[in-house]
């Protein structure tokens, strides 16, 4: 087994989100925020090392954003290096995450930050092209890694 | 006599009545007859043409010789025997089985010689071909080689490499696992202790064919072997012998680099298992390519069961090698492997901000684990690197990696013992590292500050007599500093407080002289309020000081000054963080004896405070207040327990006396009364005699230790306490004379006063119940019972059967069904273990036991207004509960839970669904036979909008589910991945992230990922 890059950098998880009060009130309504959505992917499990897309720094706080009112997310994903061959895996598994865990009314991009990566366009265009993640999670090889990629760690320990 | 027998034999071939052996085995252990005379009877038969009734003949000699007593042959008819049935071997093949299992019982005959034994396995090798019996018959012949060599060895080793060969032929191709359990015990004591040789590769073959073993068992299976035996089994053969090293190391290389995670597990395990036996000389070869195998796995499976067994063989083969003899050859020595290994990943610890430094420091760690000398090297080797590493840092994640490491390797370095000829390498760093450890403190992540401090406990406890009274003092300033600042986080200084307290346990002059002064002089510094303050506020001091504070010496240096506190009025504000402090203290230090002298001159303290300025009414209500009140029976009930019997006799009276000291002279009970009920603003000093100050302290003192009060005035409390438990005071002076008195009625005595007294509350509770029950009556009731119930007693009938009435009442039986609270939740201040309560064994066990059936039938009589009581009353009874008796009883509460669900009260339909989450761990196939109905309930409660707390449990309860088997599991997963659909859009983001879980865990619950 070769990797792209064998000994990635590894950063700090973030701390747990605090429970106000508030959030354990029943009359009060909370709204999607930019943390609850990044809260959902950065748990995602890299496709090569035992590390979760946060660790390697690929999702981050700052590039989820979000529009309770207009329904629409926004999650800009960094690969570790230009080349990464997973792009395109890590990007699927970070749409079926929000496919999954999203209320159907948010419409969803998922896109490669800008600049950080050979091909951006290409898999841009692969990961908006609904028709095409359809598909590709029709083959059955495919769902399996995705699958594995959204496994919690608990269950895979 | 020989008729009998003759007719036996008859019944017995002809096959009518089995039990004929048996009989004729009494006979002949009663010798009655002779085995000559049982031969003649089976003359005809043994001998018949027909094959079937031969082999019944020789059945039943087989039957027989397992019946009786296995010493009661003599060896020449042992010997004669063993000849007969041998011949027998070699007659019609249906005749082997029952002639094996008579040879069976022959050589488990202590009168067996040893040219019988030889005999035996002779003609069973010669005769029988294993592979053409049955399972059953192929066992028989395996139990017969183990019960020989368990209890035959040295006459089994005589037979040398024939035994093996045959032994070989016998194990060839078996495939049952029953068999193959018992044949892989035979094949570890013959690879053990006969010499295999020209044997040993295809010893090694007949049982190396099965690794890795792979096998499932199907959950009907009623032999019960599971893989994990089979994996014991055969992995002690392999490691047998040092002989089968250069087999068995390039096999386990090859299974190595299976893509199977179970075999690449069973390969390292088998690894750690062999390396020891097959030894230096055998592994020198493979050292190498092990090691890089256990390299990748480390780096780069991310599976942290295949990491520990990596590990752990790491550890083995460096034992291992370890043993080696010295040679010049540098390559052949355990240095120039360590060596090797330092050289090909020390690299790693050098770029701490990437993702291999903490494998590299666990990779290390088990290398330094494997032996002293492995240690010592590997810590010169990095500890330097490490320390230099960190000091180059600016970024706190590798810095946090770095202190990290250095700690696994000072926790490694404790694995062995050290003298002052060979001190603990890590001590040649100590300067490096306490300076490494303060800088960690002055990071402002608290994980690297945490971390920083672990690592500064093991160092000072490792190299106690290397660090000078100067290096402890200005650690200990330092942790002080860092302790009081307000900014500190809790858990760095709750990790700061165990580090403090145990260097003042080595360093007692630094408590005396430092840190209590320091301490101290925080809690009286009155500018200590002013707002934006760096410093601890005072409450933050006094738990400081409960935390630091073990052993005699520093309680001592501790209470003395806080008792000062309790007596200054000044202080007044401070009374719930200086109680506090007291309760905690007494509950860490009691357990030891030389402590309880200073914790008993507290009860005193509290005891004269109490007695002195109870009477005014500034000091009332500070002592009156509900917190201050249990800090301070916490703090008498922890030390309590712990009193010997004069002590307690001493605090007994000392607190009974102030008791009844003005009824003597007052004798004005209705007075007592009020002030008892009396608000703190209408305190009428002078009246007060008893009140819920003083029955608060009281409790403890007569309820937490072994000895029962022998007070003259005792049976007079009792009659006073159940008269007030009666009245309608408010609810916490309530509780404490309620709980006071069922700590009392739990030790008393069995006999008349016990008898009398609760004669006389059962009595006065029918009535008021009856009349104008309300619900302190209730819960007064409850608590008594409890009491009964804790200790067994014969009363509890009649008492939890005027609980039963009460549930179907409508205005009291909510009262009752939280009275089942009370009833069935342990408490943590009375009626303890700790507080040495008469607690029944499994008492909750035994009331559910004794009372499912009268709530069952009690909820189906009940009107529709009341049946939530008696549900209510269920859950409360099992929660708890130990799942072997609930199980049986499901069928019958199942259909209550579900009941429960539907009721529209929150409490019970939250119990409830805790109780359903316990079940699907518990007893899944009993969920499993109810999921049909359990989960439209639950899909429903998803959506329940009064609660967010109904609908959390209801989408946790939904994910527990996937525990169960997946074709259960299957029908349902469109209809619950689509019905959570909703919830995902939920208002409350507590109730999204659960759904988001639970619709997750439904997904996922068939992926293959196992």
Redesign the interface.
Known sequence: ?S?DN???????RTRERE?LPE??D?DI??LFDDR?VF??IREINDPE???TLEELNVVDSENVHVNDTEGTVEVLFTPTIPHCSMATLIGLSIRVKLL??????FKVDVKIAPGTHASEDAVNKQLADKERVAAALENSHLL?VV??C???KR??? | MAASMASYVENFISGFDDSAAKLIAKHLAAKDVSWTEIIEDLGQYLTSPTTSTRARATRLIADILHYIPNDLLTEKEVNLLITYICEKLKDHHSLQPPALYGLLALCKAPHLSSEDLSMVCHQIFTEVNCQSLAQGDRRIVFNLFYALLTTRLKDVQKLGGDFIIGFIQMMDSEKDPRNLVISFACAQIIIRNIPLGAFKEEMFEVVSCYFPIDFSPSQTDPSGIKKEDLILGLRACLAASPLFAEYCLPLLMEKLTSELKSAKIDALETLAACAKTYGANNLYEFQSAFFSSIKKEVFLSGDPAVETAALSALTSLVTAIATGVTTSNKRHSLEGFVDEILQECKNHLLQPELMLMLSTGRLLQSVAMATSQSCDQVVRAVMPLLVDTFNKQTQSTPKHNVVLVVNGFIGVTQCFTYSDNNPNPILTYKAQLVDMYKKSLGEDTSSIQVLGLRGLDKLLVLGAQQFSPDEVSDVAQLLLDTITQVACEDSVRCECTDVLRNVMCTNPSLAENTVYPTLFKLLHNENMEVPGQECLDRPGVLEVIAGITKGSHCLQLATKEIYKLLNNETFHSLYPSVTKCLARLSSSCSSDPACLGSLTGGVKVIHNLVVSRCRVEAWYRVLSDVEVLSNLAEFIRHQAAHWDHSVSSEMQSLFMESFFRNVSSNDNQDDDLDVFKGQPHNFCPLKASCDTVFVSLLTPVLASGTKQCDHVHFPELTARLAGFMLEPLDPAPHLTVCKCLAAIINKEPLGKTLDELLTSIKDKLTSVLELQGQGHHVSALSWVTKALVLRGHSFVKDFVNMMFNLLGSSDLGHSAAAGFCTLLTDQSDVLTSEMHANIRIMYRQRFFVEYLSSIVSGYQASGPETKQNWLLALSYLMQGLDKHVLIPELNKIYPLLVQSLLQDDLDLQLVTMETLSDLICSAPEVISKQIDSLIPKLLKMTTYKPSMKVRISALKCLAGLCSLPIPVLVPYKAQVVRALVPVLGDRKRLVRAQAVTARQEWIMFDAEDK
């Open positions: 087994m990797l064998a000994n990635p950098v590894v950063y700090e429970v959030d354990e029943d309504e909370d609850e809260d959902l090392h035992p590390l999954r865990a999203l209320p159907p009314r399996k699958n594995q959204l496994a919690s269950k895979l320990g």
